[in-house]
Structure formats: C-alpha cells, structure tokens
Nanobody, 119 residues
C-alpha cells in the first residue's frame, strides 16, 4: 500500500489549506485514515482521523478549525485546515490502516507534506 499526499505549502496566519492523501496498491479494504503532524523538536501528534463509516475525531488543538473527510471510492482522505496559526507549522503525515486479503491489518504512512504558517 502506498500513500501519496499533497496540498501542503506556505500560508499566512488566518489562511486555509486543504491536504489530500490517496492510497494505492493491493489491499482488501482501508479502515481508518487520517493525519498526524510533527513540528521540529516536538513529538508526532494525531491531528484527525476518520473511519470507513465517516466517523471522525479531532485533536483539541485543531477542533473547530479543521474538517476531515474521505472518498471511499478513491481511497482518499482530505484535511481542510482553516484559521491556521503559526503553531500549526509542521510536516503533516497521512496514514491508513489497511486490511490485506490475508486478513492482516497494517498501518501505513505517507511521506509527509510540509505546512508552514507565517505570522
């Protein structure tokens, strides 16, 4: 399973960005998809996740400013970030929990996309 993310970039505080991530490869199903982020010198932080049923969860740091959605037909997940703050600056990493045809479940990471928010 490969994950390809896009949509990062530089934006001014208060601006918005939409991140996209699509899974490809051979698998039986994609369960939860979502995003972590890692800022320099900080631990990786879960930003948001969404189950196949579209039940979503958000970290407190982005709740109210962020919307996660998915397109199951495209095996894609999207993260709309609004009212961005400088502290949102980080590498955003897409993830997917996939079930293979063998019944095994694996956790996959995308390569990350950089979001830089200037004040």
């Amino acid at each position: 399973v490969q994950l390809q993310a896009s949509g990062g970039g530089m934006v001014q505080a208060g601006g918005s960005l939409r991140l996209s991530c699509a899974a490809s490869g051979t698998f039986f199903s994609i369960n939860t998809m979502g995003w972590y982020r890692q800022a320099p010198g900080k631990q990786r932080e879960l930003v948001a996740g969404i189950a196949g049923s579209s039940t979503a969860m958000y970290s407190d740091s982005v709740k109210g400013r962020c919307t996660i959605s998915r397109d199951n037909a495209k095996n894609a997940v999207y993260l709309q970030l609004n009212s961005l703050k400088p502290e949102d600056t980080a590498v955003y990493l897409c993830y997917a929990d996939a079930r293979l045809s063998t019944g095994e479940n694996y956790h996959y990471w995308g390569p990350g996309t950089l979001v830089t928010v200037s004040s």
